[in-house]
Nanobody
């Protein structure tokens, strides 16, 4: 499974960004998909995930109500719409193919994309 994330950038606090991730590989569609992030000096943390079959969504408490994850199974893509961004959302964001039984565990990872939120 290969994953490639797009859409990072610099935005002011209160603004929005949309991240996209393209997944490829014979087994890519078998996995749930998720987003994680890692801020400087911190461990990587779970942000959001969406299940493989029924598009059930999961969010970290810190992003609930602000971020929305979605997927297009036909195109094998997953998106993360980020609204009301805060400086503490600044991090490198990673797309991952995650386990259907535990969406906070990633099995395959894409290269990250930088998101910087200025105050």
């Amino acid at each position: 499974v290969q994953l490639q994330a797009f859409g990072g950038g610099l935005v002011q606090a209160g603004g929005s960004l949309r991240l996209s991730c393209a997944a490829s590989g014979r087994t890519a569609s078998f996995y749930a998909k998720g987003w994680f992030r890692q801020a400087p000096g911190k461990e990587r943390e779970f942000v959001a995930a969406i299940s493989r079959s029924f598009a059930t969504t999961y969010y970290a408490d810190s992003v609930k109500g602000r971020f929305t994850i979605s997927r297009d199974n036909a195109k094998n893509t997953v998106a993360l719409q980020m609204n009301s961004l805060k400086p503490e959302d600044t991090a490198v964001y990673y797309c991952a193919a995650v386990r259907n039984g535990n969406v906070q565990i990633g099995d395959y990872w894409g290269l990250g994309t930088q998101v910087t939120v200025s105050s």
